[in-house]
């Protein structure tokens, strides 16, 4: 990456930078490939944050699916967390994850999973599991709040069956001639997924992230306190693809000590570990065993620890600074936090980062915990809050006693609870999955790069004002 007719005297932002473009030889986005280098089997640079109200299975699933990985937050309960990257690997590849209902449940528990838009649909079964059928979440608008979806079923919904599928652009063709949009997938009589027809299309351009077992890749996040190595080793027997050491000062003895520990057992699987800023925060941590470093103090939607403390460092600078101190290394970042808008992933690629972690975007979506609340303008949200708040402090430590619970609540800091509304032209991480992806490829494409690695070599980066940034956004209202 070089920077354009410019030397920065000060550190940078991603609304302090934009990309210029160059000549470039590539005739379509579709012709790059934004597989990150990390050795993650991901395909595309995309990260859930192990925040509790970000990934739960169902997210960390569905983002395996098209290719990213979902990191399940450290705050579960060890027996929980092996019942979540168990139940992941145990999800199909080529359809969706079923979203099952008893027959006895209301209208209004199927719409506090899924809002009422076309392509979704929730399946419904009987008190002994088995499937009585499917009902599209489109007609679950119209349904009386107290109405029993086994109620609802307007007898058996033309199905798919997996045998008569080869292939995704098959699977479009038929449901566009039986004039399907939501539909579920049967194998042998039973029930495997559900499939709609943009999930058919995804399939086209998406390649899943899986395991050498052909299952969806699934990453976990853990402490740096107590038997890190019994943990360590818990998780890898659970199928876990990537361990995660997350602590809000990654630059610390304690860290480096349990990386190193880690490190030491072998346990086949990359090793992520941070938070830092700096290139020898970098060097510390990796030269202690770890394969990829994340890199962000502070940047988050929830955070508040810059100003609480007055911490952290501009996340484009301190992104370009740690990315080239770990490919020194033979090592990579993920450039963690401060994402608003697909140009900042890019960005945040173009300085070196081989992965972006995302979250309180993706926290607002079908698939993140939580349930669907609806606000008096009739707006659907899920709530979410900072992993150092209040809230989370309670989830963290609920098997202390008392006292010392109610010292560490004395320290709790972030953003407690916060509305982040489902977007309804996007409700789903698949739709900004689709959003993100084609502006990255696209600025691939602009630079002239095939890949991540020619695109950090080609990126040219520009330094803009306040005014700059505003002048690329799109206008609200007409002229």
Known sequence: MEFYETTPRHDLTYSDVFLVPTRSKVASRLDVSIAPPDATGATIPIVSANMNTVTGPRLAASLARRGGIGVLPQDMHLQDLDAAIRWVKSQPVAWDTPLSFSASDTAAAARSAVPAVAGHGVVVRDDRGRYLGCIPAIRLDGADPGALLGDLLEGPMTGIDADDIDSARAAFDLMVAADLEFAPVFHHGE????????????????????????????????????DVAAKARALVAAGVDVLVFDTAHGHQKGMVTAVATVAALRLGVPIVAGNVVTSLGVRDLVGAGATIVKVGVGPGAMCTTRMMTAVGRPQFSAVLETAHAARELGAHVWADGGVRYPRDVALALAAGAASVMIGSWFGGTIEAPGELATDDAGRQYKESWGMASTRAVQQRFDRLDAYELARKMLFAEGISSSRIYIDPLRPSIEDLLDMITSGVRSSLAYAGAVSLDQFHQRALVGVQSAAGYEEGKALPVSW
């Open 191 to 226: 029930l495997v997924g559900t499939l709609s027809r943009t999930s058919a299309v995804r399939s086209t351009i998406y390649d899943p992230a899986l395991d050498a077992s052909g299952r969806l890749v699934v990453a976990a996040a853990i402490g740096i306190n107590g």
